[in-house]
């Protein structure tokens, strides 16, 4: 599957941002998707997941209760609703796809990244 996010960019601290992922290339329902983020000079972390088809969601305690992930299987697309953003949320955010849920970054197909920066 190959996908491809979108959505990042420059905002200040308490601000809102939304990333989209595009899907094509498989059935899009048939994967587990999340967001993973790498900030400078870090190892990459899990964000966010959520399951195939009943809408499960699984959150990084750090984003919790600030972040949502949606999706939307007719138009083959992830979301992630960024809220109430600080610095410390600045990172290339990563859309990935895997047949099961798992919150380490073994998962095999990746977007290409979009770079998130919150200013202070």
């Known amino acids: 599957v190959q996908l491809q996010a979108s959505g990042g960019g420059l905002v200040q601290a308490g601000g809102s941002l939304r990333l989209s992922c595009a899907a094509s290339g498989r059935t899009f329902s048939n994967y587990v998707m999340a967001w993973f983020r790498q900030a400078p000079g870090k190892e990459r972390e899990f964000v966010a997941a959520i399951s195939r088809t009943d809408g499960n969601t699984y959150y990084a305690d750090s984003v919790k209760g600030r972040f949502t992930i949606s999706r939307d299987n007719a138009k083959n697309t992830v979301y992630l609703q960024m809220n109430s953003l600080s610095p410390e949320d600045t990172a290339v955010y990563y859309c990935?796809?895997?047949?099961?849920?798992?919150?380490?970054?073994?998962?095999?197909?990746w977007g290409q990244g979009t770079l998130v920066t919150v200013s202070s």
């Open positions: 990935a796809a895997n047949p099961v849920l798992t919150r380490s970054s073994v998962y095999p197909y």
